[in-house]
């Protein structure tokens, strides 16, 4: 398999992590990405493949799936094993919803807290009023996974999706200035066993050392990323 990849993606961090669980050998390309320029120019086979000329991609012979969420369905059917997906109707259901509430919930409001306190500021300076709203939003995303992990080790029992992108998220936010409240007890307890895993553990120091690469060598733009 080959996946495309982006080196600050968090659609792509979920597909890294899973792929690492399964244990599915595979390639990495990482596709082209600058804080200056972003995603552009962006890379052909993205283009070519993904008619949104997004990231993450995986290639699998003659199979192309995008959209990370696709990605996570495929690889069940494709390597059920280790299963990252619970048995059963209603828990499946629960981990799809809890794993598109990441996606579509969770990154909204994370994306405007990425734009106003990590991205250098815009002409124009910071939006406080944007960033406000986003540190509410994300308050409240925390307090609703606290509740979904009461009396729960993982948010579908077992580790599943649901887990993985939801830590992609909160583990983001945290490391922007916007960690989960230490009142949250099982949300705190959650993150730190998440982190704990191999798996996770390496798609976290992989991202602190590009993160560091990129504000200790501005000169080194456009970064291309030689990250994996
Ligand atoms: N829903 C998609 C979102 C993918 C996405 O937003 N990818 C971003 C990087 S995180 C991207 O490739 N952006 C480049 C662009 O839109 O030009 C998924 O889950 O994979």
């Known amino acids: 398999m080959k996946l495309y990849s982006g080196p600050l993606s968090l659609f792509s961090a979920k597909v890294r992590i899973a792929l690492a669980e399964k244990g599915i050998a595979h390639e990495t390309i990482s596709v082209p990405w600058s804080l200056a320029r972003r995603y552009e120019p962006h890379h052909p086979e993205v283009v070519a493949r993904n008619p949104k000329a997004q990231v993450p991609v995986l290639v699998d012979g003659d199979v192309t799936v995008y959209d ?14 280790p299963p990252l997906m619970p048995a059963g109707a209603a828990a499946r259901a629960r981990c799809r919803r ?21 991205y250098p500021p815009r002409e124009g300076g910071r939006d406080g009023a944007r960033l406000a709203a986003a540190q509410a939003a994300i308050a409240a995303q925390y307090e609703g996974l606290e509740r979904e992990l009461a009396g729960r080790s993982w948010l579908c029992d077992a580790y599943s999706y649901a887990d993985v ?9 945290a490391s922007i200035g916007a960690p989960p409240p230490p009142a949250l007890a099982a949300l705190n307890a959650w993150l730190a066993r998440a982190k704990a895993r191999p798996a996770v553990r390496a798609e976290v120091e992989a991202t602190r050392r590009f993160v560091a690469s990129l504000f200790a060598a501005p000169a080194a733009e456009p970064a291309a990323a030689a990250h994996a």
């Open 165 to 173: 992108a939801s830590f992609v998220m909160v583990h983001a936010a």
């Open 68 to 81: 990370s969420t696709q990605i996570f369905e495929y690889l069940e059917d494709r390597q059920p094993q």
């Open 98 to 118: 809890l794993e598109a509430a990441a996606d579509e919930i969770f990154f909204p409001p994370l994306w405007s807290l990425v734009e106003e306190a990590f």
